[in-house]
């Protein structure tokens, strides 16, 4: 948490705010009760409010605080102790599971209502804004804090930040480091296929079985456009691209359409080519169905 100095330093908070805080606090204790009465009749339209006012001596001990808490908005000390106590009520807040939208919604409430008091208590348009700005500092200081309670509360560790962040990082760079290996790998493989398409070629002119020769050259072509595919779907992966389930889909559809031309050369083979017929069309369909979500 930052000092108290460098958060004001931060907001501009300068003793001339102080000092026009301190002299709207008479004006302000006049409206201590009403603020409290007000401010309940905001939160009752919460969803959540019955949770965290569940009976009335809980709602009495907020009350109370809750009209601390407003007059020493006012004080004028706004030293380490100050930061201090705002530190364990935002703490308190964390305790209780409270959301921090929640509370973001009430510091509007008390921006409102203290800007309309300010309207009715001070004709001067010009020392009423000078006012405004001053409470408005004060205001966002304290929810400065408030919200940083839930910020600390979420940088929970197993062992400590310096070695998590160590192995994230690890993490990070291992998990690169393999997506390059599999770029190799499809790289190799590539080339392993180009290699069997012109095998394919070859063994056409020296066969002479044109139907055969043209089916496994066909099916050489498909598993090059396969490496193809991945080998894209990597490498935009490697420059942030998201994870592309299509193009798996697609790899399986073509790795069948590549088994039923192998099987049509073959006699006796009616039953396992309806079945990957078959299986075709149910790919074909979760395919379809991920191109539309798309």
């Not at 309940?40 to 919460?46: A, D, E, L, Q």
């Not at 929970?156 to 770029?183: D, M, P, T, W």
Request: avoid cysteine; charge should be neutral.
């Amino acid at each position: 948490m930052e000092s108290i100095d460098r958060i004001k330093a931060h907001y501009s908070f300068t003793a001339g705010d102080e000092k026009n805080l301190v002299s709207l606090k008479p004006v302000m204790e006049k409206y201590r009760d009403n603020f409290v009465v007000e401010f309940y009749h905001y939160v009752k339209n919460f969803e959540d409010a019955h949770k965290f006012l569940k009976d009335e001596a809980t709602v009495k001990r907020h009350q109370d605080a809750l009209k601390v808490w407003f007059i020493k908005l006012f004080n004028g000390d706004y030293g380490p102790r100050y930061l201090s106590e705002l530190e364990k009520v935002g703490m308190a807040h964390v305790k209780i599971n409270l959301h921090a939208h929640y509370v973001n919604a009430a510091f509007h409430f008390v921006k409102q209502y203290v800007h309309g008091v300010l309207i009715k208590e001070i004709t001067n348009v010009d020392e009423r804004v000078y006012m405004e700005r001053s409470f408005e500092k004060i205001l966002d200081i304290n929810l400065d804090v408030f919200t940083s309670s839930f910020i600390e509360e979420e940088k929970k560790f197993f062992l400590s930040q310096k070695f998590e962040s160590y192995l994230i990082q690890f993490a990070n760079r291992f998990s690169h480091g393999l997506n390059i290996i599999l770029v190799l790998g499809l790289v190799l493989l590539g080339v392993m296929v180009m290699g069997l398409f012109g095998y394919d070629l070859i063994h056409i002119l020296d066969s002479g079985d044109l139907e055969k020769g043209l089916l496994s050259t066909l099916g050489s072509l498909l598993m090059l456009w396969v490496v193809i595919e991945l080998m894209d779907t990597e490498i935009k992966h490697l420059k942030g691209g998201k994870f592309a389930i299509k193009v798996f889909i697609s790899v399986a559809l073509v790795a069948m359409i590549r088994k039923i031309l192998v099987t049509s050369l073959k006699t006796g083979e009616v039953e396992a080519q309806l079945s990957l017929i078959a299986g075709v069309a149910v790919l074909g369909v979760i395919y379809w169905l991920i191109a539309k979500v798309d």
